[in-house]
T-cell receptor
Framework: KNEVEQSPQNLTAQEGEFITINCSYS?????LHWLQQHPGGGIVSLFM???GKKKHGRLIATINIQEKHSSLHITASHPRDSAVYIC????????????????FGIGTKLQVIP | KAGVTQTPRYLIKTRGQQVTLSCSPI?????VSWYQQTPGQGLQFLFE???????NKGNFPGRFSGRQFSNSRSEMNVSTLELGDSALYLC????????????FGPGTRLTVT
């Protein structure tokens, strides 16, 4: 089982629809990141969460630490939202003598149709 | 502030060669992390440098190495290239490390033939 699971892997929506992308993780974390990647490769950090909820424009991200689950919501979706959305988790504070790593979900490819 | 820059943007190398990629972080950022992205494996974490010290690393072979200079610029080196090393290599910078917001560069697309 992957340490970070994302669903769905592919999502097609009509313009204006409400979209939800889910991320579950099984490791300890210090923070969870939602990233957006457009064709061509550039990655933009949308949110960094360690608890609760954040909102930026039409995007909302929530995290439930106890359930190890996060969701990314897009309200009133638009064709320019078409991209790959990636969930990533950062490790807890470094324990002495050990390396830790950032772990990524497989990504959700979103296509919003006009 | 200028964003994260990576050079070169595109690179073609032959199996067995070595390659060095460069990343210049946002001014004031002391953490630089490197990632490999392939269609089959997605994004994978290579390593993180903070104040010239490797602080975290992923599960990559020793052919992948890096360093960070006193001005926080970082380089990543891959020796004895294999076909499977063809990928988009991304770096990201952060003020304090992996638990803080990451700012990504545009990436270097490496093709190994």
């Amino acid at each position: 089982k992957n340490e970070v699971e994302q669903s769905p892997q592919n999502l097609t929506a009509q313009e204006g629809e409400f979209i939800t992308i889910n991320c579950s993780y099984s490791v300890g974390i210090s923070a969870l990141h939602w990233l957006q990647q457009h064709p061509g490769g550039g990655i933009v950090s949308l949110f960094m969460l360690s608890s609760g909820k954040k909102k930026h424009g039409r995007l909302i991200a929530t995290i439930n630490i106890q359930e190890k689950h996060s969701s990314l919501h897009i309200t009133a979706s638009h064709p320019r939202d078409s991209a790959v959305y990636i969930c990533a988790v950062s490790p807890p504070a470094l324990n002495s003598g050990g390396y830790q790593k950032v772990t990524f979900g497989i990504g959700t490819k979103l296509q919003v149709i006009p | 502030k200028a964003g994260v820059t990576q050079t070169p943007r595109y690179l073609i190398k032959t199996r067995g060669q070595q390659v060095t990629l460069s990343c210049s972080p946002i001014s004031g950022h002391r953490s630089v992390s490197w990632y490999q992205q392939t269609p089959g494996q997605g994004l994978q974490f290579l390593f993180e440098y903070f104040s010239e010290t490797q602080r975290n690393k992923g599960n990559f072979p020793g052919r992948f190495s890096g360093r960070q200079f006193s001005n926080s610029r970082s380089e990543m080196n891959v020796s004895t290239l294999e076909l499977g090393d063809s990928a988009l290599y991304l770096c990201a910078s952060s003020y304090r490390g992996l638990g803080y917001e990451q700012y990504f560069g545009p990436g270097t697309r490496l093709t190994v033939t």
